[in-house]
């Protein structure tokens, strides 16, 4: 069976000195290799190409034969990585917590400990709410997208 660390090293040649980073990486029956990308400015349909080449190139089929698809974090996907929600300051998110708190707001502040979200007051004439989350304290957090 291939592995998780072999499939990342290959892509982190290939994506090392970009703004390009693995968000998952799932290695299933028979060798299904499904590699999620992000990007701090976001990902193309020619990134993901050109990962899929850099990363099948360099594994032999004749060998071990395998699936491969290299596609962009989806939106509304649940984020994973501190480096998700720092590329997403500013953009409004729901944030659930382990104690099953739920949270929407503007996610104001990201830093390698704990997120900052400004929920807006219930009345128009109160200030909004800051809340603070450690990151082992989420549960689940996905950025909100409106079509305004």
């Known amino acids: 069976?291939?592995?998780?660390?072999?499939?990342?090293?290959?892509?982190?040649?290939?994506?090392?000195?970009t703004d390009l980073f693995i968000v998952d990486l799932n290695i299933g029956k028979?060798?299904?290799?499904?590699v999620f990308l992000d990007g701090d400015n976001g990902v193309t349909v020619k990134d993901c190409i050109d990962v899929s080449r850099a990363i099948e190139h360099n594994l032999d089929r004749e060998q071990e034969d395998f699936e491969l698809n290299v596609m962009s974090?989806?939106?509304g996907e649940p984020l994973k990585m501190i480096r998700q929600y720092k590329k997403n300051i500013?953009?409004?998110?729901?944030?659930?917590?382990?104690?099953?708190?739920?949270?929407?707001?503007?996610?104001i502040a990201a830093d390698d400990e704990k997120i900052t979200v400004s929920v807006p007051a219930k009345?128009?004439?109160?200030?909004?709410?800051?809340?603070?989350?450690?990151?082992?304290?989420?549960?689940?957090a996905r950025i909100i997208i409106s079509f305004k």
């Not at 998110?93 to 996610?107: F, R, T």
């Not at 128009?124 to 989420?138: G, L, N, T």
């Open 73 to 75: 974090f989806g939106v």
């Open 30 to 34: 028979d060798n299904k290799i499904t």
């Open 1 to 17: 069976m291939i592995s998780k660390e072999k499939i990342i090293e290959l892509a982190n040649v290939h994506i090392e000195n």
């Open 123 to 140: 009345k128009k004439k109160d200030a909004p709410i800051e809340a603070i989350f450690p990151y082992e304290q989420i549960k689940e």
């Open 90 to 107: 500013s953009r409004d998110i729901e944030v659930i917590s382990l104690e099953g708190q739920k949270v929407e707001g503007e996610l």
